[in-house]
């Protein structure tokens, strides 16, 4: 079938809900973007916020910059808010731990960019991403038809490239001083992809983590 757009839709899981990033969600986006320890590992596209006001400021130019505007030729963007979808170890139902986006879609190349990924670190290591890329990527695959899936890290974010790793993704190789980061320095930039042939085997091995918990 041809490949189509996201369609925006909530996709819930077990564990998370992913629901289209609004406005609303910009406060409790701020306090993620605030914590330190989320700049440890590499994560320096942007500059860490100096306070709540800065932080919806920095989530608004990061997330929501051509939110909703996907046009199929590889513009705009769908970000997605990252919920918890009940109470549990790991907080309470409607939490927001996270968010996620879906960009460069391109449906003539049948191609799309799962990226634009931050967890809070409380989340880090837990259920959170790998039910998170099993909802994008059954969206992507099953859903839309696409036929390939991008996955990107900094080099510097060793912590992102082994979860991108363990999530089954191939890696293609590094794109050396790939963009300018907001400090002014530049990124070499890891890509990784799956195909649509190995989607049923990641879907497998994700599941198979997921049934482990």
């Known amino acids: 079938m041809p490949s189509a757009l996201p369609s925006g839709a909530d996709l819930r899981g077990r564990y998370v809900v992913l629901e289209a990033l609004r406005e609303d ?18 994560y320096v596209m942007h500059r860490r916020p100096v306070g709540v006001e800065d932080g919806r400021a920095v989530g608004r130019e990061r997330f929501l910059a051509q939110q909703g505007e996907l046009d199929g030729r590889g513009s705009g963007r769908l970000a ?26 391109d449906l003539v190349n049948e191609s799309v960019h799962v990226g634009s990924t931050l967890y809070g670190p409380t989340w880090w290591g837990t259920v959170v991403n790998p ?9 992507c695959f099953d859903g839309c038809g696409f036929g390939r899936v991008k996955i990107q890290t900094d080099l510097l974010n060793t912590r992102s490239q ?3 790793v363990k999530l ?21 930039t890891v890509v990784f992809s799956v ?5 049923p085997t990641v879907r497998e091995r994700l599941q198979a983590r997921l049934r482990g918990q």
Request: aromatic residues 4%; charged residues 30%.
């Open 168 to 188: 089954g993704a191939v890696r293609e190789g590094v794109l050396r001083r790939e963009r300018r980061r907001e400090d002014g320095t530049f990124r070499d």
């Open 80 to 105: 997605y808010a990252v919920r918890l979808a009940v109470d549990g170890p790991l907080g309470s139902a409607g939490t927001l731990v996270g968010t996620t986006s879906v960009l460069e879609a």
């Open 195 to 199: 195909l649509a042939e190995e989607w």
């Open 131 to 139: 039910e998170c890329k099993l909802l994008l990527l059954q969206h």
């Open 25 to 42: 969600d910009l406060d409790e986006l701020a306090l993620l973007l605030a914590d330190p320890r989320v700049y440890d590992d590499g």
């Open 162 to 164: 082994s979860a991108i």
